[in-house]
Nanobody, 120 residues
Framework: VQLQASGGGLVQAGGSLSLSCATSGIRFIGATMGWYRQAPGKDRELVAT???????KYAEFVKGRSTISRDNYKRTVNLQMNLLKPEDTAVYYC???????????????WGQGTQVTVSS
């Protein structure tokens, strides 16, 4: 299973970024996908998730500022982040929970992360 995140970068406070995660090897349609982040010295934390049925969940700190979406045809999951704050600076990781092709049990899968830096 591969989760390839892209779209991070440096942006000024108040700006926007769009993260994208391309997947392979996971049964995407049945998987719950999402984004987590980890700032220096802090634990990894949930940002947003989206189920196979399209139900979404957001952390309080991004509610109203971010939108998670998925494209089941392209097997991608995206995170649009607006009104970014310096405290949003972190490495953002793509996450998937589901089955890989050839297996029947579910597992957690992680991408390599993409750096988001918000300057004040």
């Amino acid at each position: 299973v591969q989760l390839q995140a892209s779209g991070g970068g440096l942006v000024q406070a108040g700006g926007s970024l769009s993260l994208s995660c391309a997947t392979s090897g996971i049964r995407f349609i049945g998987a719950t996908m999402g984004w987590y982040r980890q700032a220096p010295g802090k634990d990894r934390e949930l940002v947003a998730t989206i189920t196979s049925a399209g139900a979404v969940k957001y952390a309080e700190f991004v509610k109203g500022r971010s939108t998670i979406s998925r494209d089941n045809y392209k097997r991608t999951v995206n995170l649009q982040m607006n009104l970014l704050k310096p405290e949003d600076t972190a490495v953002y990781y793509c996450y998937g929970h589901g089955t890989r092709w050839g297996q029947s049990y579910e597992s957690d899968y992680w991408g390599q992360g993409t750096q988001v830096t918000v300057s004040s």
